[in-house]
């Protein structure tokens, strides 16, 4: 995996976006932000993040229903050991971990587990979505985005389609696969025709497994309950981005409207971010992304800098540390998982 070229363009990519970063800031000033921040208000808000995990297991319980029934207790551990992977591998493969980790523990199809996790992205983008729509009643938040098209060197317009439209198309061809896997299979089989009898019909086998992750999309109560939980997923982790800004005093920028606006813009604006190929846990992409959103909004950049460096670090450790003694328990490794899962194809 080190030496694909895939791993080395994403840790380029965090590269680049960590230099940008760290090239607006004071470093001392950041520092001594950092040091006055009221960490009693910081260690509180990680119960807000340990929340949204557990809203994060009872939706993916709900994704995984049609397939099997898993409790949330044995779903718990796999979900923050999935997380842990994805905050120590690049190009979110932790997401493939969690899909081979319970496939192993509750014998379950592991790519039709994978599909599911591929509607929790999904979701969760077209939340994030909602959310910056939610933000525009309370913040101008058409002018922070034509302020990151500037930054970009992109079309404000074209900008917010490049964060948009991907999730809605992937929602599209996902209800497609739900709702119609003859014709999707029908339709695979005709790309691949040029294939080898075997391999085409080993890959047609494998697409039915995948699509049959698709299946909670076609009962509408099921959706709407995913789609609701999908909510305080993201409220919760909001929650969090709340609580450490006030122990960084950005609420002292905004009123206490504005403020809860402006926290549940960077929750979406980062998260989204982190969509973007790069180092484990998003690293970068996140840093960027959410203080060119705290400087345009009025944020002074070496108090912005510090939260985002101690939020970001809340965000990381304590569910990576998590990950690890939940692994431990279970007599696992990451380095196990990662080999098994890369290798298994099922």
């Given at each position: 995996m080190h030496k694909s070229s895939r791993f080395w363009v994403a840790i380029l990519i965090s590269v680049v976006f960590l230099g940008l970063f760290?090239?607006?800031?004071?470093i001392h000033r950041t520092i001594d932000h950092i040091t006055e921040a009221n960490y009693f208000l910081i260690t509180l808000s990680l119960i807000a993040y340990f929340i949204a995990v557990l809203f994060r297991t009872l939706r993916w319980q709900y994704l995984l229903a049609p397939i099997k029934i898993v409790s949330v207790k044995t779903l718990y551990p796999i979900v923050v050991v999935g997380y842990m992977?994805?905050?120590?591998?690049?190009?979110?493969?932790?997401?493939?971990?969690?899909a081979y980790y319970v496939g192993e523990k509750e014998n379950v199809s592991k790519l039709a587990s994978l599909a599911t996790i591929a509607v929790e992205r999904v979701l969760d983008g077209l939340t994030l979505l909602f959310f910056i729509l939610l933000a525009s009643y309370l913040l101008p938040?058409?002018?922070?985005?034509?302020?990151?098209?500037?930054e970009a060197g992109l079309n404000w317009l074209v900008l917010s389609m490049a964060m948009s439209l991907p999730f809605m198309i992937a929602f599209?061809?996902?209800?497609?696969?739900?709702?119609?896997?003859?014709?999707?299979?029908?339709?695979?089989g005709y790309m691949c025709v040029v294939l080898p009898g075997g391999i085409r019909s080993r890959l047609l086998s494998l697409v039915s497994v995948f699509i049959d992750g698709f299946s909670v999309l076609r009962y509408p109560?099921?959706?709407?309950?995913?789609?609701?939980?999908?909510?305080?997923v993201w409220l919760s982790e909001s929650v969090m981005y709340y609580m450490v800004g006030k122990a960084f005093g950005i609420d002292n920028y905004f009123s206490e409207f504005e403020f809860i606006g402006v926290m549940i813009l960077v929750t979406a604006i980062s998260n989204?971010?982190?969509?973007?190929?790069?180092?484990?846990?998003?690293?970068?992409?996140?840093?960027?992304?959410?203080?060119v959103?705290?400087?345009?909004?009025?944020?002074?950049?070496d108090i912005a800098a510090a939260y985002i460096i101690v939020l970001h670090l809340a965000l990381i450790l304590p569910v990576t540390l998590l990950g690890?003694?939940?692994?431990?328990?279970?007599?696992?490794?990451?380095?196990?998982?990662?080999?098994?899962?890369?290798?298994?194809k099922n």
């Open positions: 760290v090239s607006n800031i004071d992977a994805n905050n120590i591998l690049p190009l979110r493969l932790g997401e493939i971990v969690r938040v058409l002018d922070v985005i034509q302020g990151m098209g500037v599209g061809v996902m209800l497609l696969a739900a709702f119609m896997p003859g014709k999707l299979q029908l339709f695979i109560r099921r959706l709407i309950s995913v789609s609701i939980l999908s909510l305080p989204l971010a982190t969509a973007i190929p790069a180092a484990g846990g998003g690293i970068g992409s996140f840093e960027i992304a959410s203080s959103t705290l400087t345009i909004l009025g944020v002074g950049a690890m003694v939940y692994l431990w328990t279970d007599r696992m490794s990451i380095k196990q998982l990662i080999h098994y899962s890369s290798a298994d």
